[in-house]
């Protein structure tokens, strides 16, 4: 997805190429068979270890790990958002007091120095907060998302 925002904002063409999975993808990448790929943070580390460049990063903030490394906004894409967030999914009739117990363990995990800095390590940050709040974003992000999919055609196979 963030490579067909990418392509639409810029008004460029390239082909895209699926992969089952971001490892292989980033092997090909690592050997020259491809001249771009939005990672999902696995090759981060490749990134440290100065065999990757990390030319901008794909949401509208920039990364705590990386602050010298501009937005694809600042790059000139304005508006340029492909972040995805990850969360806890459960059943839509799980009662209100589960939900709620729920959410405090995982805030409380998400706080945790060891889980932060996992998080962190893949490119992520951990964003303790509210059911309510989860649900605006992934709301938001549907939209923003579906927006694409219909202007680039995308079809499952």
Do not use: C, W
Not at 42 to 55: D, E, F, P
Not at 88 to 95: E, G
Request: aromatic content about 8%; charged content about 20%; overall charge neutral.
């Amino acid at each position: 997805m963030a490579g067909e925002m990418f392509k639409s904002q810029a008004g460029l063409y390239a082909v895209h190429v699926p992969y089952r999975g971001a490892a292989p993808a980033l092997q090909d990448l690592l050997a020259g068979q491809l001249d771009f790929y939005f990672d999902p943070g696995i090759g981060l580390s490749q990134v440290r270890a100065g065999k990757l460049r990390l030319l901008a990063v794909g949401s509208p903030r920039r990364s705590p790990q990386f602050p010298d490394v501009p937005t694809l906004d600042e790059a000139g894409l304005k508006g340029f958002d492909a972040d995805t967030v990850f969360g806890f999914y459960a059943p839509a009739r799980t009662p209100p007091e589960i939900v709620n117990r729920l959410n405090t363990e995982i805030n409380r995990i998400l706080a945790t120095p060891a889980v932060k800095e996992r998080i962190a390590n893949l490119g992520g940050e951990a964003v303790p907060g509210t059911p309510a709040a989860f649900h605006e974003r992934a709301m938001a992000d549907s939209a923003r998302f579906g927006a694409i999919i219909r202007e680039r055609q995308i079809l499952a196979d």
